[in-house]
């Protein structure tokens, strides 16, 4: 809804991503003074349409709509980004169908190319619904032991110096310095952060953080590409699950 730049990049990003994997998808690009009847009756729609597996709202919303009276009408088995309390309910027990897209994204490189979180201290700095709690949730699935900081952590140095696995998802340009991060940690960024120059940095200070980390992804690429697979897994697991 509405015209935000980021958020049009991220949808034509989706709808590309769709196009080269010959997944079918509709588009609704609404109008910023659209009522919450209105999206709530289209969300309904879609709900019932046969050929739609996924539905997927971008965030954030003009004012005058509830995030989360949208969430809720999502059918929970058509509601890829796991956002929905029901799925939100099932990351929480370990027994989830879709895997919330950004910290699925965080989880694969961490995963696939490093020794698994468990027994590692995890310190992830953020704790929104769509990032931090559910990467903390994650992490813990697979043996880490978390730290979850936020913006009334004291001593957050402290506490980020102290961890194998360090995931910034804070909104901050370049916060998580050198002198933040453990020797040989792996440090995942999160953040997207257009500068005044419209230059795209993380939440990391990559040239600091690097001289320090094991590994460490980039911005941009990194989480953000990875985040987009991880709603192609969740359409096509959802497309399985209304078969
Ligand atoms: P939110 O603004 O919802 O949450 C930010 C979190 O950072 C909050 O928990 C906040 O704490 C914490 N925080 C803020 N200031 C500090 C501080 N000084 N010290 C410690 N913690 C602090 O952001 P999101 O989780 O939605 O997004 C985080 C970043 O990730 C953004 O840059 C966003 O653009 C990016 N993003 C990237 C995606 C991708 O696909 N790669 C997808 C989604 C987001 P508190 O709760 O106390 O306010």
Do not use: W
Not at 96 to 111: L, Q, R, S
Not at 131 to 140: E, F, R
């Amino acid at each position: 809804m509405g015209d935000d730049p980021a958020s049009r990049v991220y949808v034509n990003n989706k709808k590309k991503a769709c196009e080269e994997l010959g997944i079918y998808s509709e588009e609704y690009a609404l109008a910023a003074d659209t009522s919450e009847d209105e999206l709530l009756e289209l969300i309904d729609k879609l709900n019932g349409k046969k050929e739609i597996s996924g539905i997927l709202v971008q965030l954030p919303l003009p004012q005058h709509i509830s995030e989360q009276n949208v969430i809720n009408a999502i059918n929970p088995k058509k509601d890829v980004d796991a956002f929905h309390p029901v799925n939100v309910g099932k990351i929480m027990t370990g027994n989830f169908d879709f895997v919330p897209c950004t910290p699925a994204g965080v989880m694969a490189p961490i995963t696939q190319s490093r020794p698994a979180p468990r027994g590692k201290d995890c310190v992830v700095v953020g704790r929104s619904n769509i990032v931090g709690k559910p990467q903390a949730m994650l992490l813990l699935h697979q043996n880490g032991t978390v730290t979850i900081c936020h913006s009334r952590t004291k001593d957050l140095a402290e506490k980020t110096k102290k961890a194998d696995i360090l995931v910034a998802a804070v909104g901050i340009p370049n916060f998580i310095t050198g002198d933040m991060i453990k020797e040989g940690a792996v440090v995942i960024d999160v953040g997207i952060n257009r500068l005044a120059d419209k230059k795209l940095v993380g939440d990391v200070d990559f040239e600091s953080a690097q001289t320090v980390a094991g590994a460490i992804t980039p911005v941009p690429g990194g989480v953000g590409p990875m985040t987009i697979a991880m709603l192609m897994k969740n359409t096509i697991k959802a497309a399985e699950i209304n078969r």
